[in-house]
């Protein structure tokens, strides 16, 4: 099948307080599967995601999100 890249932008408005500890649950549609070692969070290749055992579900560990700011994450998924 194709690979398809997806970019997900996470946000912090708050221009006073960080959030610490974030995590970001992204649900693919049915049919994709996500390509171990594609994980970048602001263009750094970082540790692979933790997968449902559906294939569906991928959680992505933020960590701290500085306050005003903006955090991008991008993938790869392959269509099955």
């Known amino acids: 099948g194709d690979f398809v890249q997806y970019r997900l932008s996470v946000e912090n408005r708050n221009g006073q307080a960080a959030v610490d500890a974030t995590a970001l649950l992204d649900t693919m549609a049915g049919g994709l599967r996500y390509q171990p070692g594609s994980l970048r969070v602001d263009g750094r290749k970082v540790a692979d995601p ?24 991008t993938y790869v998924v392959q269509v099955t």
């Open 50 to 73: 933790v997968v449902a055992a559906s294939g569906s579900e991928l959680t992505i560990q933020l960590g701290t999100v500085p306050a005003n700011s903006t955090i991008e994450v």
